[in-house]
């Protein structure tokens, strides 16, 4: 999985690890478009927090991953971007691994200060990303994601990449790292 704030070049990264592993991304901010383009019963539930900039409540996102994760695609492996995002969503993950016979190699947190993040949203320009929202997002990845790493760390599966840097040295930083500490790379 990979994990950062807002602006932290997750989806980025994450899309280039993906076409290196060759492996599926699952994206939970592509799931919830998806499902809110698509006005499913669970889309129209979370559409109003994701308007917000708030979490979706865990219990739909539970759902969202679970039916992901049971596509035949990621059976030889994925890559997890923007979620877990709590210390409940992770302990959940871990048993929904348990369940489907799967595991997580690494937790990939892109540590990115809050400046570099605040003025990489503002420069993508899209319409949801005003000033106080990109904050509200940054305090809710603080309060919420951040004490996940620890639970990570704990558990000897957590990298962390300086994500101040520019894209293409985040993805070599990233690929030295998978390569000194796993043999599956």
Same mark, same amino acid.
């Not at 901010?29 to 927090?49: D, F, H, M, N």
């Not at 016979?101 to 990939?108: C, D, F, K, S, T």
């Given at each position: 999985?990979?994990?950062?704030?807002?602006?932290?070049?997750?989806?980025?990264?994450?899309?280039?690890?993906?076409?290196?592993?060759?492996?599926?991304?699952?994206?939970?901010?592509?799931?919830l478009?998806?499902?809110?383009?698509?006005?499913?019963?669970?889309?129209?539930?979370?559409?109003?927090?994701?308007?917000?900039?708030?979490?979706?409540?865990?219990?739909?996102?539970?759902?969202?991953?679970r039916?992901?994760?049971?596509?035949?695609?990621?059976?030889t492996?994925?890559?997890?971007?923007?979620?877990?995002?709590?210390a409940?969503?992770?302990?959940?993950?871990?048993?929904?691994?348990?369940?489907?016979?799967?595991?997580? @190699?690494?937790?990939?947190?892109?540590?990115?200060?809050?400046?570099?993040?605040?003025?990489?949203?503002?420069?993508?320009?899209e319409?949801?990303?005003l000033?106080?929202?990109?904050?509200?997002?940054?305090?809710?990845?603080?309060?919420?994601?951040?004490?996940?790493?620890?639970?990570?760390?704990?558990?000897?599966?957590?990298?962390?990449?300086?994500? @101040?840097?520019?894209?293409?040295?985040?993805?070599?930083?990233?690929?030295?790292?998978?390569?000194?500490?796993s043999?599956?790379?």
């Amino acid at each position: 999985m990979i994990l950062g704030g807002p602006g932290a070049g997750k989806s980025t990264q994450a899309r280039s690890l993906c076409d290196r592993l060759q492996i599926p991304l699952v994206s939970m901010g592509g799931i919830l478009k998806r499902a809110i383009a698509e006005q499913t019963e669970l889309g129209r539930q979370c559409q109003t927090y994701v308007e917000r900039g708030e979490f979706v409540p865990d219990p739909i996102l539970i759902t969202f991953i679970r039916d992901r994760l049971l596509q035949s695609d990621t059976t030889t492996g994925w890559l997890l971007e923007g979620y877990p995002r709590t210390a409940f969503q992770a302990e959940e993950l871990d048993f929904l691994l348990d369940e489907l016979h799967q595991h997580l @190699n690494w937790a990939i947190f892109l540590d990115t200060s809050e400046s570099v993040m605040i003025e990489r949203r503002l420069a993508m320009g899209e319409s949801e990303d005003l000033p106080d929202l990109i904050k509200r997002r940054i305090e809710l990845f603080q309060t919420r994601t951040v004490p996940i790493l620890d639970y990570y760390d704990k558990r000897q599966r957590l990298l962390t990449i300086d994500g @101040n840097q520019a894209q293409d040295q985040v993805l070599a930083q990233l690929q030295t790292q998978l390569m000194a500490n796993s043999s599956e790379i």
